[in-house]
């Protein structure tokens, strides 16, 4: 049968979102080409990282290899240049993050496949594969019909899909394949992973994030953000204009050129929406939004809208939830 292959991302022995995200959409077009949908795992320990996946693939192809525990683009083509050649699969679909951004094209390249990259949506139509990309920072939609081959190469942009589980868990049967890495690729290596320094934080790890835009007027008006984002156990973020002016560090900029996030609960605060912006926080599971400006874009991606002054709501919103706290 047909295969249709996700390349499962970890990192330090953890399997990340963009593979879940990519699973979903991928048993959609499984069903729509009558194709199995087979994750792929290579690395260290992978029959226990290939446990929580069991539920959304029909199969599992674990590669084990000690060469493999860390990421390198090298040896990574070599094990999916052999899978590939040997399954053939309809799609191969890699997450379009610091891995795949390196990994796709040498592997499209090697196996002379048509390669997609940063793809916010797939469709097979018959034998017609179309994918939608976004140009111009966002501002447009294209849609693009790849050349006409057997097997075809995709990066899918992070936060694209919304993860779901399928209805009636998948069970997925787990197969070990042989590494054919008989030793390390002498180009690359794997040196270690550089962490958040001291006092830095991973905003895209945060379950609440409070970000703050233009709209603060001056960093002299930041304490009071902060002390909001202390009170519900929330992190800092911003748009991009906080960054330019020096106000917060570019890692926590949220948009298309900061960060892509997903937090359980967003406050937009002073923020006005710009489509660079809203990219990177579309898909938080709720977001409340603050502005003066009844016609900020950012109403129209938001759950809860309050139209006022910051500086009148933020205050009065603080001391209600200590209000609350106290109460409790």
């Known amino acids: 049968m047909t295969e249709l292959f996700v390349l499962a991302e970890h ?11 990519m699973l979903t959409k991928a048993r959609e077009i499984a069903q729509q080409t009558n194709t199995q949908l087979t994750a792929i795992i290579l690395g260290k320990n992978t029959k226990e990282k290939a446990k929580p996946l069991t539920e959304y693939a029909q199969k599992i192809i674990t590669v084990e290899d000690q060469k493999l525990e860390n990421f390198t683009s090298d040896a990574y083509q070599k094990v999916l240049t052999a899978l590939i050649k040997e399954h053939k699969p309809l799609l191969t679909l890699i997450g379009h993050t610091s891995y795949g951004v390196e990994l796709a094209p040498p592997l499209a390249t090697q196996l002379n496949l048509p390669l997609a990259t940063d793809c916010i949506d797939l469709t097979f139509e018959g034998d017609t594969f179309t994918v939608t990309r976004q ?3 966002g501002k447009v939609n294209t849609k693009a019909t790849a050349r006409k081959a057997e097997s075809y190469l995709a990066t899918v942009r992070q936060a694209a899909f919304q993860p779901q589980k399928p209805t009636q868990p998948q069970n997925a049967h787990i197969t070990e394949q042989p590494s054919p890495l008989t030793e390390e690729p002498a180009t690359k290596h ?3 992973y550089v962490l958040p320094p001291p006092g830095g934080v991973d905003i895209t790890a945060a ?3 409070v970000g703050i835009g233009r709209g603060i007027k001056d960093q002299t008006n930041m304490p009071q953000i902060e002390e909001l984002a202390k009170t519900i156990g929330a992190v800092l973020a911003c748009s991009r204009p906080i960054v330019d002016k020096g106000w917060l560090p570019n890692d926590r900029q949220v948009g298309s050129s900061g960060k ?14 710009a489509f660079q912006h809203v990219l990177g926080m579309k898909n938080s599971d709720l977001i409340i939004a603050i502005n003066k400006d009844p016609n900020a874009p950012i109403f129209s991606f938001s759950d809860y809208g309050i139209v006022d002054d910051l500086f009148k709501i933020v205050p009065s919103l603080k001391n209600k939830i200590n209000e609350l706290k106290t109460q409790k």
Not at 260 to 273: C, D, E, F, Q, R
């Open 207 to 209: 379950e609440k994030l």
């Open 135 to 137: 140009i111009y920072g």
């Open 11 to 21: 990192r330090q022995g953890q399997i990340r979102d963009i593979t879940y995200e």
């Open 260 to 273: 892509t996030v997903k937090p359980k609960l967003y406050i937009a605060v002073g923020i006005s929406g």
């Open 190 to 192: 794997f040196i270690e």
